[in-house]
Nanobody, 127 residues
Framework: QVQLVESGGGLVQAGGSLRLSCAAS????????MGWFRQAPGKERRFVAA????????YYEDSVKGRFTISRDNAKNTVYLQMNSLKPEDTAVYYC????????????????????WGQGTQVTVSS
């Protein structure tokens, strides 16, 4: 069982930055690949980024490549999402998730592949 708690969301102007954190409970954090998803009002939950168990492998959705960076600190049981050059279209509730799947990170982009979810944190980017 893994419990995930996101933090770091807020209101920021376009072009600004935010850093999301996701703290995990339990002693098995390093046995899970981790992902970030986002969901805008009236839209389905969409993949943002994923990171492998050691942190050496990452994968991003095309629209955030070069702007967002996913990282993890297994000693702190925490995964991060650094978001730079934010755009109004990045506005959404952001969720972190943990996956026990053994598929490569580049194929870990479906919500159904994740086993545990946080409650989400709101990110609002004003124009």
């Amino acid at each position: 069982q893994v419990q995930l708690v996101e933090s770091g969301g807020g209101l920021v102007q376009a072009g600004g930055s935010l850093r999301l954190s996701c703290a995990a409970s339990g002693r098995t954090f390093s046995s899970y690949a981790m992902g970030w998803f986002r969901q805008a009002p009236g839209k389905e939950r969409r993949f943002v980024a994923a990171i492998g168990r050691s942190g050496s492998s990452t994968y991003y959705e095309d629209s955030v490549k070069g702007r967002f960076t996913i990282s993890r600190d297994n000693a702190k049981n925490t995964v991060y999402l650094q978001m730079n050059s934010l755009k109004p279209e990045d506005t959404a509730v952001y969720y972190c998730a943990a996956s026990a799947s053994l598929v490569v990170v580049a194929r870990l982009y479906r919500p159904t592949q994740y086993d545990y979810w946080g409650q989400g944190t709101q990110v609002t980017v004003s124009s």
